[in-house]
């Protein structure tokens, strides 16, 4: 959204010399010659430009014609006197490729205009040669994916009235030199863009020396410190963009000052409290963004209300209460309102429909209530395009009997608005890019009115899922409607799986129907494909051989929760990107195929719940960003090979190996290889994740939002499903194997390990001591094997755990008083007749304080079986595994049920049986 901005503004700059007719100049021979030699080393390519009105200026240049004048060529300014190229306009031209030192690009010394935003530079570093275009009064390198530390020769074009080097996606850095240094050079400049790029300084108050700034753009550059004041002091500053910063204020009065500011935007800038009074004196502004500031607080305030000059004003993401005031009738210029994920309340407003202006409207994610015709925005908002209502507690009536209503909606968002049916006033809307139905009660077929008159048009983003619809009132093999982003996941839908058109889908969603039968061949023809997720639905078969190889573009496939057999395809190619791979909980057999080491960008990997029979396939730690590996309730089988070297498995954060027929020692040196699970990271939260796709096809945020990667982790044979997987979640799971030995004291090297599982194994030994280390567990299950000895003291001082379960073993002596030991019940520690003290009733006597060491090889005189721990639970302890994450409804009393005592039967303890609800 950023880089759309950046270029309007650079090009509304420079538009005069791409617009206008030049008089009839040839241009200079040398200068003809350098752009050939510049535009020879690139190559043409659409995906490298995201505008969507890009196209490659530089087809049009008559390359071929030796005496053809570069001054009429498009994109090109010639001096009028001279003949010399001093304008060059290449933005959004589908370029792509590397400029280094040698380009020609930097014999054109007599540029004062240089436009190359939104192009892809293959992460080329700006080279140091940029200074030899020292008449340069505009640089836009915006959105071109260059990287690396920005020269100091570039602060030497003291000319520089606007440099944009914003949204290189962070690649950019500017440290040494850094912005000091750019303020003591570039003296002269009026417009400074740094967007994204990676500054992590404080602001230097040589800022305020540049007097002539007009607009400012620090946004999202690692900017920390005490927020210099005096820079907002500049008499000319008009747009002032500081969102996602680390910069702190005393106060924001210094905004009061500001009274010849149109444009500012603070989003994600970390203000406390109430909206700042001080904004009512900036009585010029025509754009106020306060979005993503989560401890904005109060009623939305009256004085605002007065800024009738606005055009734009977004709350977007904040904590406002209250309603909406009447008085926002006063803001007749409104064209874009964002009131989106506030916590809002009440009725809309009558006053609300006489903003006629209004063309984008969010009020979704509120506590709006009450009955809303929405005729009202129809017949008032003549002008309105976006409109997103989702979840709020409205109830909405969308039968229309009136034919003179907006019918230039494109983005429709009614998810979870109590709708029963399709609204009726779609059907004339021609021009929908995004609709949003999800999450309603809509039943039964989709009508053909919708089929026919609606989605014959294409889509960018359909979301029909979580209703109840169960066809399309016809077979259809083929899905003929062109959309990009299709979900119909969460439905009743019966039959075939139906192909979207495969021009156009990126990601098609169709998890959790009634599907049957086999992938039809024609999946093949995505080749555009982004996301593909099947998973919980009745399809069988196997699988198609293309799967590994049909897009390259492919990061998500999801067929898990299936009935799918046979052998995994040996297909997956080099050069794939797919991220998350999810096979689990079908039929697949055979070995895991050896071409997954071609998937190097690979994330996440389940196999589990099948019957592939293999040894541990080890060579999968080669993949670099492997997190998450799931391979459970298989049939892999034999030892685990120590790592040839240290470089295995290196970002590996969660591995689930349990119910196989693993045997010999634990991977003691796996573990000392798992750097991952060695970094706490209690202070930040991040989510394994891909963007879903926007207008396009490419990854970035729009209405879309987040594809979260989930999980599901079993503990006792009660499964807790995870649909947000943070880093906070570290794992090892290897329960029910046939590993032997002792316990290696190398995994006490993972301090950031929250769940450790290595119960109903033969283990012996003690249980090292060292496992006090381990500063954030949380689970720790070592039941069910020949541990000896006593239990370490060192774990009654672990504050963070909550499971424990030492259950039918060997052990002795006093269990460890204290903290979290206080808290758990008997069933953590029975079946060690050794064991004494609370919460046992055998108490210890004054020899059972150091009792003799058992004989590590003596054998279990206790049938191995399954056993529920209680959960050990303290006042004012928090589980940290489940900070921040999101759990399906029925989850929310998952402390309660999902540990807890089984009665023996007949000598045996209960297993709990293995259950799973989907929403």
Request: neutral net charge.
């Amino acid at each position: 959204m950023h880089l759309v901005s950046s270029l309007l503004i650079f090009h509304l700059a420079i538009a005069h010399f791409t617009s206008s007719v030049q008089p009839h100049t040839l241009c200079h021979d040398q200068d003809r010659s350098a752009l050939l030699k510049f535009i020879e080393s690139l190559t043409i390519n659409r995906n490298a430009s995201r505008n969507p009105l890009s196209y490659p200026k530089v087809a049009s240049w008559n390359q071929d014609e030796q005496n053809s004048d570069c001054c009429s060529w498009d994109g090109i300014k010639c001096d009028e006197d001279t003949g010399h190229v001093i304008g060059l306009n290449l933005s959004s031209s589908w370029l792509y490729g590397s400029i280094n030192s040698s380009s020609s690009l930097f014999q054109l010394v007599h540029l004062e205009w240089l436009a190359l935003a939104d192009n892809h530079f293959n992460f080329s570093v700006i080279p140091s040669e940029i200074v030899n275009l020292s008449r340069l009064t505009r640089l836009s390198l915006s959105g071109s994916f260059f990287s690396g530390q920005i020269p100091a020769e570039l602060l030497e074009l003291s000319r520089l009235e606007v440099l944009d080097l914003s949204s290189n996606y962070y690649h950019l850095k500017l440290q040494r030199p850094g912005l000091a240094n750019l303020a003591e050079k570039l003296t002269n400049l009026q417009q400074l863009d740094l967007t994204d790029v990676n500054i992590s300084s404080a602001v230097p108050p040589t800022l305020a020396n540049l007097s002539s700034l007009i607009s400012l753009s620090l946004s999202e550059s690692f900017l920390h410190g005490e927020f210099p004041t005096e820079i907002f002091q500049l008499p000319n500053l008009r747009l002032l963009e500081n969102n996602f910063s680390s910069l702190r204020s005393r106060s924001l009065s210094w905004i009061a000052d500001l009274k010849k500011l149109t444009i500012l935007d603070l989003a994600f800038s970390k203000i406390v409290g109430e909206v700042p009074p001080a904004l009512m004196n900036l009585t010029q502004l025509t754009q106020l963004s306060l979005a993503f500031n989560y401890q904005l607080t109060g009623p939305i305030p009256y004085w605002l209300m007065n800024l009738n000059k606005l055009s734009l004003l977004s709350f977007r993401g904040s904590k406002l209460s209250g309603r909406i005031p009447i008085e926002i009738s006063n803001l007749t210029q409104l064209q874009k309102l964002y009131f989106a994920a506030n916590q809002l309340e009440g009725s809309i407003p009558s006053s609300f429909f006489e903003l006629k202006n209004l063309v984008e409207l969010e009020l979704a994610g509120n506590k709006l209530s009450g009955t809303l015709d929405i005729n009202k925005f129809l017949l008032n908002m003549k002008s309105l395009k976006v409109l997103v209502l989702s979840s709020n507690k409205l109830s909405l009536l969308t039968e229309t009997t009136v034919n003179t209503y907006s019918k230039n909606i494109s983005v429709i968002g009614l998810r979870s608005c109590n709708l029963s049916e399709f609204p009726h006033f779609l059907y004339n809307q021609k021009f929908l890019d995004s609709v949003d139905l999800s999450s309603n009660r809509i039943a039964g077929q989709v009508p053909g009115w919708f089929l026919n008159n609606v989605l014959v048009h294409g889509f960018d983003y359909l979301n029909l899922s979580h209703n109840l619809l169960t066809g399309f009132g016809q077979d259809l093999s083929v899905l003929s409607w062109a959309t990009t982003t299709l979900d119909l996941s969460f439905n009743k839908l019966r039959g075939p799986l139906p192909i979207p058109v495969p021009a156009f889908t990126s990601s098609y969603l169709v998890s959790n129907n009634q599907l049957t039968g086999e992938i039809p061949p024609s999946i093949c023809s995505l080749n555009r494909l982004y996301a593909l997720d099947l998973s919980y639905n009745n399809l069988s078969g196997m699988l198609p051989g293309c799967l590994g190889n049909f897009s390259v573009q492919l990061w998500v496939l999801k067929l898990q929760g299936n009935k799918f057999h046979g052998f995994i395809p040996e297909t997956f190619s080099k050069g794939t990107n797919l991220r998350m791979i999810d096979f689990s909980s079908n039929l697949l057999q055979g070995r895991v195929p050896k071409s997954l080491a071609n998937c190097v960008k690979l994330k996440f990997l389940n196999l589990g719940d099948n019957q592939i029979t293999d040894f541990f396939p080890s060579w999968l730690g080669t993949l670099p960003e492997l997190e998450v590996l799931i391979l459970k309730s298989n049939n892999f089988h034999g030892v685990i090979e120590e790592p040839k070297a240290c470089f295995e498995f290196v970002k590996l954060r969660i591995i689930d190996l349990s119910h196989n027929r693993f045997a010999g020692n634990l991977p003691s040196q796996h573990f000392e290889c798992w750097n991952a699970m060695k970094d706490v990271n209690a202070n930040n939260l991040t989510y394994l994740q891909d963007p879903l796709l926007g207008p396009g096809g490419y990854p970035e945020l729009t209405y879309y939002g987040f594809s979260y990667y989930s999980l599901i982790l079993s503990n006792k044979g009660t499964e807790l499903e995870y649909e947000k997987l943070s880093n906070l979640i570290t794992a090892i799971i290897l329960s029910n194997n046939s590993f032997v030995g002792e316990i290696p004291t190398s995994i006490a090297n993972l301090k950031g390990l929250r769940t450790l599982n290595l119960s109903n194994n033969n283990l012996q030994g003690h249980i090292p001591p060292t496992l006090g280390n381990l500063i954030v567990i949380e689970s720790l299950d070592l039941s069910n094997n020949k541990l000896s000895g006593q239990i370490p003291q060192q774990l009654g001082e672990l504050t963070t755990l909550e499971v424990f379960d030492v259950s039918d073993n060997l052990l002795t002596g006093p269990i460890p008083q204290g903290k979290q030991f206080n808290t758990f019940g008997k069933g953590s520690f029975d079946g060690n007749p050794g064991l004494c003290g609370r919460p046992l009733s055998k108490k210890c006597d004054n020899s059972a304080t150091s009792p003799p060491e058992e004989d590590p090889r003596s054998e279990s005189l206790f049938a191995f079986g399954w056993k529920t721990v209680l959960i050990g639970y303290a006042s004012g302890t928090v589980i940290g595994v489940v900070l921040g994450h999101i759990f399906s409804t029925r989850k929310y009393e998952w402390l309660a049920k999902t540990f807890r005592l089984q009665p023996k039967t007949n000598g045996r303890r209960t297993r709990v049986g293995r259950h799973r609800q989907r929403m």
